[in-house]
């Protein structure tokens, strides 16, 4: 219940700082990670924000490293995401920061539901 009430402070919480990535090496295996899913809002350099029907946008830090990236189940760039794209992703939180460990997008949809 604390992790559950810990998570919704986060993603209600404004833009969040990123830090270097985790020096824990299981970080970005997934295991543990949280679940999200949305549509593109907005992408830049080092960070991804969905957009969720009926709930909260969030934002999540982009590892050029570590984060995987797929769009239409290929290997894509952060830079491949454009506004509108359905996103399914995984993410963790590190201290304050929630840093996505995979994110899987599909284009040409309508939207998330």
């Known amino acids: ?6 998570l919704i402070a986060l993603i209600a ?3 969040l700082a990123f830090a270097d990535p985790p020096d824990n090496p299981d970080f970005y ?5 949280f679940e999200v899913q949305g549509t593109v809002a907005e992408v830049d350099d080092d960070d991804i924000t969905l957009r969720r029907e009926g709930l909260p946008r969030i934002e999540m ?6 984060t995987k990236i797929t769009l239409n189940g290929k290997e894509a760039k952060l ?6 794209t359905e ?3 995984n993410f963790q939180i590190d ?4 840093v996505a460990v995979k ?3 599909k284009s040409g949809g309508s939207g998330s539901k």
Do not use: C, Q, W, Y
Not at 61 to 66: D, G, L
Not at 95 to 98: C, F, T, V
């Open 29 to 33: 295996n997934g295991k543990d990670a």
């Open 95 to 98: 201290g304050d920061d929630i």
């Open 1 to 6: 219940m604390v992790r559950f009430l810990s």
């Open 103 to 105: 994110i899987d997008a």
């Open 79 to 84: 830079r491949d995401l454009t506004p509108g």
């Open 87 to 89: 996103v399914r992703a």
């Open 61 to 66: 830090e982009v590892s050029k490293s570590h």
């Open 13 to 15: 919480a404004p833009s």
